[in-house]
């Protein structure tokens, strides 16, 4: 059995150590005769794992007391819509940074419950950098702002958290949370789709501050107020319970690798890496403005895209799969989450090298 390094932007890889204590556990969870899989998600061998699961998540991220994990389905996308449905909270406008296709689709979703003002948009420029400060155009009427930390297709990362007044900040980290620490204190609510660098797909994190939850729009379905999920646990009806005990090793994983901090530095060192191989080479280019780089999706294009399909199969020939750009930008992009190991970026830059040396 040979593993590849799969730079897939999501479902992603996973730790293989993780992998290996799920298959070592998957016939009989600690003596319990029953896969995870297998078990009431109310009976007290879940329950254990759930409690850990949220302990962790909340050490590794020092999550306040004055803030609820919910462990809920429906991906990100789902939180397009429970974000306003939530945090309008009697208000009617909302603002949204556009700063790229996610941000778009948040944008599209959040105008089906209010009017979405857009504090910022960096569209005309081909969504190459994130917004400072003083781009920001924040009205007071805005119940809440909305941006995304990292746009997983662009590659663009936001260096610094957006200053929003006394407007909560509602944030889809699907593809950065765990990647480095962050302050939650400065986030009204936080969402993921688990399948970047949390764990399995069917399994969505939100982190809401306590005092957001419970002021529902008219109309909202029991399955999208943050108030069932709060109050029950998670567990209002069956949660996704095999991709949360995943997602739990993947947080003990993370602790023994030295928590965030520890991560931070590793990704900024793999993310530096790849950029530089790629801004010393003739053969590829990445567009993203240095300070707005993503350490967790690196976007690159050939100088002669006929080479693309050469590149991407002598590639995968390599051991290195999942290499192609997402349909909208084309080219090529790698995605270097958590699980990636650094020895995968330096094989993939030798590749890249090579390539270049061939064809270049
Ligand atoms: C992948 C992704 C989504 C979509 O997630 P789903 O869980 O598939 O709905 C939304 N936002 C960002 C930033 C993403 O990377």
New binding site residues.
Partial sequence: MARVFNFS??PAMLPEAVLRQAQEELLDWHGSGMCVAEMSHRGKEFMSIAEQAEADLRELLAVPENYRVLFLQ?????QFAMVPMNLLRGGDRAAYLNTGS?SK??IAEAKRFCAVEIAASTEDTRFTHAPTQIELNLSPEAAYVHY?P????EGVEFPCVPETGDRPLAA????TLLSRPIDVSRYGVIYA?A??NLGP?GL?VVIVREDLIGRPLAGTPTMSDYKTHADTGSMYNTPPTYAWYLAGLVFQWLKRQGGLTAMATINERKAKLLYAAIDASGLYTNPVEPASRSWMNVPFTLADPTLDQRFLTEAKAAGLVALKGHRSVGGMRASIYNAMPEEGVRVLISFMQEFERRYG
Avoid: L
Avoid at 150 to 153: G, K, L, V
């Fill in positions: 932007a999501g429906g991906g990100a996308s789902g996610w689709k948040a995304t990292n746009e997983t297709i889809d980290m699907s593809s789709g399948q970047k797909a969505t």
